[in-house]
């Protein structure tokens, strides 16, 4: 199988310390084929003036793309990276080879915009992790004020959860959440944190049962 990771930020301080890095290295490990999209800071490349870089590492292809993040960056500033990750790793994708399935994690809801772009594109299917509810945080820490901007932001989130076939939830509170801002019931799985490598990848397998078989065989019947 051909996967494709997109999330524009991870935590790699400890070797393997992000979830969604621990999936990546253990689906690589089991013979298949990884790519991973995310921002250059996360993978800890100095891209310079470069606008791509291209990094191996434990069985993952991983696409780094030169979009600077700073938690003390003005919201506007943050908008405008969250805007520029998403149409890079959207164009990029659209230039590889066409993969089995998608799995992209959030926050920002953001990266899921080139998810579901390639799902589009490619006609596959698509798996979220949602690991913090937006735009319930932004709004709480008093980033987010505009009555507008809330509504838009509210409306983008239902979209999202429903383009994805699968929503794989942290914790039952958020699973709960989303199954209410357009998510189908049946599509929502939770996976809380913990599991080793080994455990996130079979909860993960035990989650997408039969996705991309179904999805092949609709594929076949639209011939």
Do not use: C
Not at 64 to 79: C, D, I
Not at 182 to 210: F, R
């Amino acid at each position: 199988m051909h996967l494709y990771m997109i999330a524009q930020y991870l935590n790699l301080q400890n070797r393997g310390e992000d979830r969604f890095y621990k999936l990546g290295r253990e689906y690589a490990a089991r013979g298949h084929n990884v790519t991973l999209f995310a921002s250059g800071s996360a993978l800890g490349m100095d891209l310079g003036k470069k606008k791509i870089g291209l990094l191996q590492r434990d069985g993952i292809t991983m696409v780094a793309f030169n979009v600077p993040y700073q938690a003390g960056m003005s919201r506007a500033k943050k908008l405008l990276s969250y805007h520029k990750f998403a149409r890079m790793a959207g164009k990029q994708g659209l230039m590889l080879p066409k993969p089995d399935l998608l799995v992209a994690a959030t926050p920002p809801l953001s990266s899921a915009l080139p998810a579901i772009k390639l799902k589009k594109h490619f006609g596959i299917p698509l798996v979220l992790e949602v690991r913090e509810l937006w735009p319930d945080q932004p709004i709480q820490r008093g980033t987010l004020k505009n009555g507008l901007l809330i509504g838009r932001a509210r409306k983008f989130e239902e979209h999202v959860y429903g383009q994805a076939d699968r929503v794989i939830a942290i914790s039952p509170e958020i699973a709960a959440a989303v199954e209410q801002r357009g998510a189908e019931q049946s599509n929502v799985v939770v996976i809380p944190e913990g599991p080793d490598d080994q455990g996130l990848v079979n909860s993960y397998e035990q989650a997408m049962k039969n996705l991309v078989q179904k999805d092949k065989i609709k594929a076949a019947n639209r011939l």
